[in-house]
């Protein structure tokens, strides 16, 4: 009943730009510490940004500040990620997650449900 779904990814060239899209429902995303992950073969997975549904605050790897922007629109019960000037170590499937409010990027565990991914391919 809980679901979270991805959407937006895609090929795109070094520099370009693609903006993700995280629909939940049988929940309200306003309760809960959204978190956007992302997974490279071969690779941990990586926490990339997160907004808290309480109060709206952000944070940001450091590899993705200044290119990177995390938002959500409550009515719809989307949060999105707008990503440009992509690099080439982009790539990767790209989750969101819903956690407890206080979760960070750090642990994935922390999150309780999860989408399905949405392949980010940066490629000239």
């Known amino acids: 009943q809980e679901q979270l779904v991805e959407s937006g990814g895609g090929l795109v060239q070094p520099g370009g730009s693609l903006r993700l899209s995280c629909a939940a429902s049988g929940f309200d995303l306003e309760y809960y510490q959204i978190g956007w992950f992302r997974q490279a073969p071969g690779k941990e997975r990586e926490g990339v940004s997160g907004?808290?549904?309480?109060?709206?605050?952000?944070n940001y790897v450091d590899s993705v500040k200044g290119r990177f922007t995390i938002s959500r629109d409550n009515a719809k019960n989307t949060v999105y990620l707008q990503m440009n000037n992509l690099k080439p170590e982009d790539t990767a499937l790209y989750y969101c997650?819903?956690?407890?409010?206080?979760?960070?990027?750090?642990?994935?565990?922390?999150?309780?449900?999860w989408g399905q991914g949405t392949q980010v391919t940066v490629s000239a």
């Open positions: 907004i808290n549904g309480r109060d709206g605050t952000t």
């Open positions: 997650a819903a956690g407890p409010p206080n979760a960070g990027l750090r642990w994935p565990s922390e999150y309780l449900y």
